[in-house]
């Protein structure tokens, strides 16, 4: 006969399966939007391009408008804040990152925890937007003695940090809910890879609708099928051994029946996350 705990697993992975089936369906919405989108843009170009050869062909001189454009090796990224009225106390206001950002160079972000170092490589060539918002948080102290408050050991393999409300002895039900005052569009999204987030990648949370990503982030420690949704930040350089350990000692439970997994066991608390200077 089946035991109780094996029930409760079948349905535990039915449920993960039932998720991921959304969420690729949600993600072949988004690119055939992002479809339609792209090529209305082609043609906003094209007739743009067209009145541009008119009026330079026309040798109009008396009325020439500069238009701002990025520094060279520069991105222009757009972080919406959040309004006031829809702030919940989780939320840190932190102001806004500069829309100008830098795309050139290597930083190293270390994630000093309880329990040791854990070090990335994060390549702002690929995440200029991202790693600009990350080195501002890292600058204002804003994950400090933050706990990571959500493991994930069947299918997905993740280990959920970033909420700087999860503070303080013991679990609330609002862990998992905070962020900054501010959320910006996803980027690098592994729509070409397989597996989409390998053993080692460090990628960005979000509420499943575009333009959602905040400051929580995830660890896979083993590769991982989700859905290529999910901003992937860098790749885990040291300290894999401390979240492969913080996942043998396993989760509570707490998220099985929404999100899948629960709390970490072993306990992990961000004691400073610093991103360095660009090298490179």
């Known amino acids: 006969m089946t035991s109780t705990r094996e029930r409760q697993r079948a349905a535990a992975r039915a449920r993960l399966e039932k998720e991921m089936a959304e969420r690729a369906g949600k993600a072949r919405k988004r690119r ?34 500069d238009t701002a454009a990025p520094a060279a090796g520069a991105s222009e990224c757009v972080y ?21 950002q830098s795309a050139k160079g290597v930083q190293t972000m270390t994630i000093t925890t309880n329990l040791g170092p854990i070090t990335a490589k994060v390549d702002r060539s690929l995440v200029p937007c991202t790693a600009g918002a990350f080195t501002l ?12 408050h959500r493991l994930v050991t069947e299918g997905i393999k993740v280990l959920q940090c970033g909420d700087p409300s999860a503070t303080g002895k013991g679990w609330r039900d609002t862990d998992g809910t905070g962020g900054p005052s501010f959320r910006l569009p996803e980027e690098n999204l592994p729509t070409d890879k397989r597996p989409p987030y390998p053993e080692g990648v460090i990628a960005m949370a979000n509420s499943g609708q575009p ?16 859905d290529p949704a999910y901003t992937v930040l860098g790749s885990v350089t040291g300290g894999m051994d401390i979240v492969k350990d913080v996942a043998k000692a396993g989760d509570d439970g707490a998220f099985a029946q929404q999100a899948g997994g629960g709390h970490p066991k072993k306990e992990v608390v961000i004691t400073d996350l610093t991103m360095s200077n660009p090298q490179g």
Do not use: H, M
């Not at 209305?40 to 009325?63: F, R, Y």
């Not at 919406?80 to 100008?100: F, M, W, Y």
């Not at 333009?211 to 989700?226: A, E, R």
């Open 32 to 65: 055939q939007t992002q479809a339609i989108v792209s090529a209305a843009a082609v043609l906003v170009l094209v007739v743009a391009g067209t009145v541009w050869l008119a009026t330079t062909l026309g040798g109009d001189d008396d009325d020439k408008t």
């Open 80 to 100: 919406n804040e959040v309004p006031a009225d829809q702030r919940s106390p989780q939320i840190k206001d932190v102001g806004l990152p500069s829309n100008q």
């Open 211 to 226: 333009g959602s990503t905040g400051s929580q982030f995830f660890i896979v420690y083993g590769d991982s099928p989700l």
């Open 137 to 148: 948080l890292a600058d204002k102290n804003f994950f400090d003695n933050s706990k990571c």
